[in-house]
C-alpha cells in the first residue's frame, strides 16, 4: 500500500515536472541584474476591549483584553533570486472581574522562502516554516499545563514550485515536505498530546515517565496558498491556506489550516481587524463533551476555530 502511494506521488511528480519545466527555458524577460533589492516593511497593531458594569441588573462580568500583533517581512530580489522571509507574533491577554490574568492569544510564526525564477510567473523553491508559541498555557484551575514555547512547535521543510502570476498571489506546490511536531516537555509528550507517540504503562496502567516520544516525523505533500487584496478602500483581506497529505499514514486525511484576516483602516492610527482561524488535524485529539459523545466524554480529531474581533492603534511601515 505504501509502496503504491509512493510510486504514484513520484509519478505524479515527474509529469508535473516534465508539462511545466520545458516551458521555462524559454523565459528570458528578467535579467540576472535587473534587479537587486531588499524590502522591509511590517505592521503593529494594538487592540482593545472593555467592558464595565455597575448595579447591572441583567448580569455580566466586567472585563479589559489587550491584544498585540506584530508582522514584519523582508523580501530580496536579484535577478533571477527571491529570498521570502516573514514573521507573525500574537499574544492577547483577558482580565475578568475578580479572576487573575488569563492568555487569550499566543501564537509565533516564522517563514523563510528561497525561490529561482524558472519562468514569468513560476519560480524553482525551498521552503521552511516553523510555527508555535511564546508562554505556557494551563487549565483553568492552572493544575495542568497544556502547551509551551515549542511545545508544540510544527516545522515544515518544501521543496517544489511557487507560482506567482502577481503581486496578490502565491501558490506554492510541493510533492516533497517533510512534517516534524516536536513537543519540548516531556510530560506532554508522555500523554501524547498533539500527535505524538505516548509513554507506555506498566501493568496498572499508570504512565511510566519518560518514555513518551517527543517528535512524530511525517513525509507528504504540501500546498500552501497566500492571497491578499484591497477589496474595498482601506479595507484589506488576507488568507493562508495550508494543506498537507501524509504520504505513509492515512494519505486521505488532509491537515487544514485556514487564517483569514479583514482589515479595516480608519486613518493612519486607527484600525479594526476580523480574524477567523480555523485548523483541523486528524492526528491531535480534542475532548468531546458527553452531550456530543454519548453516554461518555471522548477524545478525537475536531476542526478547531478561532475568531477575534478588534479595534485599536495600528501602525505600518515600509
Known amino acids: 500500500m505504501i509502496t503504491s502511494i509512493l510510486k504514484n506521488t513520484l509519478y505524479a511528480s515527474v509529469l508535473f515536472f516534465l508539462a511545466v519545466v520545458p516551458s521555462f527555458g524559454q523565459d528570458n524577460s528578467v535579467s540576472p541584474d535587473s534587479a537587486n533589492i531588499w524590502d522591509f516593511g511590517g505592521t503593529g497593531t494594538i487592540n ?3 467592558v464595565s458594569l455597575s448595579n447591572w441588573a441583567a448580569g455580566g462580568q466586567s472585563s479589559v483584553s489587550v491584544l498585540g500583533i506584530a508582522n514584519v517581512h523582508a523580501n530580496y530580489a536579484q535577478g533571477h533570486h527571491t529570498w521570502d522571509n516573514a514573521l507573525d507574533i500574537t499574544y492577547g491577554t483577558l482580565k475578568l472581574e475578580n479572576q ?10 516564522l517563514n523563510t522562502k528561497y525561490g529561482h525564477r524558472a519562468s514569468e510567473d513560476w519560480f524553482y523553491s525551498a521552503q521552511v516554516n516553523l510555527k508555535t508559541q511564546l508562554t505556557s498555557t494551563y487549565t483553568a484551575s492552572r493544575d495542568t499545563i497544556l502547551s509551551d514555547f515549542l511545545a508544540p512547535a510544527f516545522v515544515l521543510a518544501s521543496l517544489g514550485m511557487d507560482y506567482k502570476p502577481n503581486d496578490k498571489l502565491s501558490v506554492f506546490i510541493s510533492p516533497v515536505t517533510g512534517k516534524f511536531t516536536f513537543v519540548r516537555l516531556q510530560t506532554l509528550a508522555d500523554r501524547g498530546a498533539f500527535g505524538v507517540e505516548p509513554a507506555e504503562r506498566n501493568a496498572a496502567g499508570e504512565i511510566i515517565p519518560g518514555t513518551g516520544e517527543r517528535l512524530r516525523k511525517e513525509f507528504g505533500g504540501y500546498v500552501n496558498v497566500r492571497y491578499r487584496e484591497e ?8 488568507s493562508k491556506l495550508d494543506l498537507f497529505s501524509n504520504y505513509l499514514q492515512n494519505p486521505e486525511n488532509i491537515d487544514v489550516n485556514w487564517e483569514n484576516l479583514i482589515n479595516f483602516k480608519v486613518n493612519k492610527l486607527i484600525s479594526a481587524s476580523l480574524f477567523v482561524h480555523m485548523i483541523y488535524d486528524d492526528d491531535i485529539n480534542i475532548i468531546i463533551p458527553a452531550s456530543e459523545a454519548g453516554a461518555s466524554a471522548k477524545k478525537g480529531p475536531r476542526l478547531q476555530v478561532k475568531e477575534t474581533l478588534g479595534i485599536g492603534i495600528s501602525y505600518s511601515f515600509q
Do not use: G, T
Not at 231 to 238: A, E
Open 100 to 109: 487573575r490574568l488569563r492568555k487569550s492569544d499566543d501564537k509565533l510564526e
Open 48 to 50: 482593545f476591549s472593555q
Open 231 to 238: 477589496i474595498l478602500k482601506n479595507v484589506i483581506f488576507q
